[in-house]
């Protein structure tokens, strides 16, 4: 047992320092995720720079642009950029998730058409999975295409799209035959968001933000070349997508421990007498807190080391999403009570992080999965639990019953 | 980076559980608590003589204790592995004081002389010992300790004492003129009272001390400091054993959702059931990479360790708490009786979680080293 990097990892942590250390910023702590205020064009030129230096497409096979290294090499670089300001944040969904399902599910020209450009950040993706009626339930997907001699017309509406606002392209799940059951009458575009039918409107979210999108699409014509899989595999690509997300998740964004535990050093604690950090209450309550970010920082740990041998990143990551999120919402939480009376005054200066952080908390246990989906994931895939008996199994899509 | 045990170790670990199917089953495990239970009418014996037998055979007492004092010399890392399988096998023995809490102490503050007097026999599986902090009810705290050392012989009573009723001897928590030193305590001729314990697969007693014969362990004055680190060795190896002990709840309790049906399915395919089951694999997660990482820092002998073994045994207690509990609701009334297993291991997670200190006092003794980590 050694926390060390292999001689290869320590070489190559050094190289991502100093290409780090020479293009970004420090970060601040607890702004909400790719929240507002990243300026596009020092995205697009910090990732191009990233690609030159090789730090784009790590894990990537070499014929496509990659460097063909394990996952653990991404994990490595993941863990220093994460240090800096969040300038990678418009590509992470396209070379996160969009891309390698292209590279993997695609053809070769698409291959060749998207691959360098979406590396090199010329080129934004988002990901056009879920609907109104289709959020965990993603297979339930309503939105439809239809054939129109060499192409596809598509009508319909998605939502929770992050970054369409700023995409080149987008993934688009859609529905090709309603006649076949659920998960069978699924097909995978590649659709161009730029195209007159597509129109994406900001969602406004509770903390004021506006991070994802609702796309409509109104008679969107999609060249069949565009097709990603075969018609009617369109689950399947889904998957692929879904499977890259696991690498992709992020560490806590938030205000944690530490930032509670140096408020409660200068706060008064509720019995009037001396600092709230000296309340025994909140001290059980800090050690849990510490427990639970240690776990978390921890069973990175492990997986690392099993990414170092040559494992792949399995359902067991939903962990961290869990724990992490729930935990900055009780700390949050935990710190505007502990402000007594003047905890609903939003703040400016490190305090404020704590208000701004409460309000983007919810989003951070439904987004990418919520608690109780990544829960099913972990009975399901991790113990073996059989799933829910299923009332859209061998139904075509049509008949299937719809609430609101 | 190369957080996890090493193959050899994982070895270890393997042939440690075949063993313990074998000889720690939980028809031995029964004879116990029956006995200790007064079901068959008579006292029984409070551990399984048999597999202590076994169990010093295999040489799993001296693991951690130099080859120069009789033992394997082997390291902390795998005597973490072994305790993580005793945990699961809920083993009726005294292996816990023996090993984590005497041995320990000696080899941490024991003199040569003192080493060599013990080390050996406990090696061999020819000496039980144990560890008596404890004087009654409420956190065990400097100020509280009544027992004391005079003119070499110690004074007073200690409350309960794990596997007190069958040790050969005892580590002795004791003040000695204005301070608190620790104390070694051959226990022949003390006199112990067998305690009726919420968990009666572990022996208990009160042992009271009248003029025995003791010699200290470590410097005078140094027994407070001395013993907490004793404890956190010992909450280190106790992780393991929660571990084992929760991974154990929660495979009984996702065999047996698989497998009873309700409302014509597997009780397994409610999310009721799914989401709890979710829980105490999540639990059992967090406790097991904290305690990874306090058996790293117990095997280099880092200064972490205090705040890492406060760590792993917060995770760890909650853990098998949580893990015993819900394992009994998961099998509903069935999971209520004797005859299912249940309730050894909701016996079991109590225990752990007090008998090195409770949850609540090692918080705080959390809390304190993150104070002094970061200090503004």
């Known amino acids: 047992m050694d926390f060390n990097d292999t001689p290869e990892e320590a070489k190559f942590r050094s190289e991502a320092r100093a290409f780090l250390d020479a293009n970004l910023k420090p970060k601040l702590r607890g702004r909400e995720p790719g929240g507002g205020g990243d300026e596009l064009a020092r995205s697009k030129a910090y990732q191009k720079k990233k690609a030159d230096a090789g730090f784009s497409g790590i894990t990537w096979p070499k014929e496509h642009g990659g460097r063909g290294l394990p996952a653990i090499f991404q994990v490595i670089f993941g863990q220093e950029e994460g240090k800096y300001e969040p300038l990678g944040g418009p590509f992470i969904i396209g070379l996160g998730m969009c891309v390698p399902t292209i590279i993997s599910m695609g053809t070769d020209a698409q291959r060749e058409r998207f691959v360098a450009k979406a590396l090199n950040g010329e080129e934004i993706w988002c990901q056009l999975f879920s609907e109104p009626s289709a959020g965990s339930d993603v297979a339930a997907a309503r939105t439809r295409a239809v054939k129109d001699g060499e192409d596809w017309i598509v009508n319909g509406q998605k939502v929770w799209t992050s970054g369409a606002h700023i995409s080149d392209w987008g993934l688009l799940l859609v529905r090709t035959d309603p006649e076949l059951p659920k998960h069978k009458g699924l097909t995978m575009f590649i659709v161009n968001m730029k195209d007159p039918g597509v129109e994406v409107r900001p969602i406004h979210q509770m903390s004021g933000g506006s991070n994802f999108n609702e796309v409509y699409f109104t008679d969107v014509r999609i060249a069949d070349a565009m097709r990603v899989g075969g018609v009617g595999e369109g689950w399947k690509v889904a998957l692929v997508t879904l499977m890259n997300e696991r690498l992709a998740v992020g560490g806590s964004p938030g205000p944690d421990y530490a930032e509670i535990l140096e408020l409660a050093r200068r706060l008064s604690g509720p019995s009037g007498q001396g600092a709230l950090l000296q309340d025994p209450a909140f001290r059980q309550k800090l050690a849990d807190w510490y427990v639970s970010a240690e776990g978390y920082k921890l069973g990175r740990f492990r997986t690392m080391t099993a990414l170092s041998k040559g494992g792949v990143p399995g359902p067991e990551s939903s962990i961290g999403k869990i724990i992490n999120a729930n935990r900055l919402q009780d700390i949050t939480n935990a710190a505007i009570e502990a402000q007594d009376h003047y905890g609903i005054v939003a703040q400016d200066g490190p305090d404020g992080v704590f208000g701004d952080a409460y309000l983007w908390a919810p989003g951070l246990r439904i987004a990418g999965g919520s608690d109780e989906i990544l829960k099913n994931i972990i009975a399901e895939r991790v113990l073996g639990l059989p799933q829910d008996p299923r009332a859209d199994k061998d139904v075509a899509f049509k008949d299937l019953p719809t609430g609101r | ?376």
């Open chain 2, 1 to 376: 980076m190369n957080f996890d045990f090493s193959d050899e170790q994982k070895q270890l670990k393997d042939e440690a559980r075949r063993f313990l199917a074998d000889k720690a089953s939980k028809s031995a495990l029964r004879k116990i608590l029956d006995g200790q239970s007064g079901l068959d009418g008579k006292a029984g014996a409070s551990y399984d003589k048999t597999l202590w037998k076994g169990v010093a055979e295999m040489g799993w007492l001296g693991a951690a204790i130099p080859e120069a004092h009789g033992g394997l010399g082997l390291g902390r890392l795998e005597l973490c592995v072994l305790a993580e399988e005793i945990g699961r096998s809920l083993a009726a023995v005294p292996f816990s004081s023996t090993v984590y809490f005497f041995a320990e102490a000696l080899l941490l503050a024991g003199s040569d002389a003192q080493k060599a007097a013990w080390l050996p026999k406990i090696a061999q599986g020819d000496a039980i010992g144990c560890f008596a902090i404890s004087e009654g009810p409420g956190a065990v705290s400097a100020s509280a300790i009544r027992c004391s050392y005079e003119n070499g012989a110690l004074n007073g009573v200690k409350t309960p004492v794990t596997d007190g009723d069958v040790a050969d001897a005892a580590i002795v928590l004791a003040k000695e003129g204005s301070g608190l030193s620790l104390f070694l305590a051959p226990l022949e001729g003390v006199a112990r009272e067998s305690l009726k314990t919420l968990e009666p697969t572990r022996g208990h007693a009160a042992l009271t001390f009248k003029n025995t014969k003791a010699e200290r362990i470590g410097e005078a004055g140094r027994g407070w400091e001395l013993a907490e680190a004793v404890l956190d060795r010992a909450a280190t190896l106790l992780a393991f054993e929660q571990v084992g002990g929760a991974q154990a709840c929660l495979e009984m309790a996702v065999d047996y959702a698989k497998n009873r049906y309700a409302f014509s399915r597997p009780i397994g395919s409610f999310q009721g059931i799914k989401h709890k089951l979710a829980d105490m694999y999540v639990n059992i997660e967090v406790a097991r990479s904290n305690a990874y990482y306090a058996a790293w820092a117990l095997s280099t002998e880092a200064p972490e360790l205090k705040l890492a073994a406060a760590a792993a045994r917060v995770a760890a207690c909650e853990a098998y708490h949580f893990a015993a509990k819900e394992n009994v609701q998961t099998h509903g009334g069935i999971g209520f009786t004797w005859e299912v297993d249940c309730h050894l291991f909701y016996r079991r997670a109590k225990l752990l979680a007090v008998q090195a200190g409770a949850p609540a006092v090692w918080k705080e003794k959390l809390v304190r080293q993150l104070e002094a980590k970061n200090a503004a």
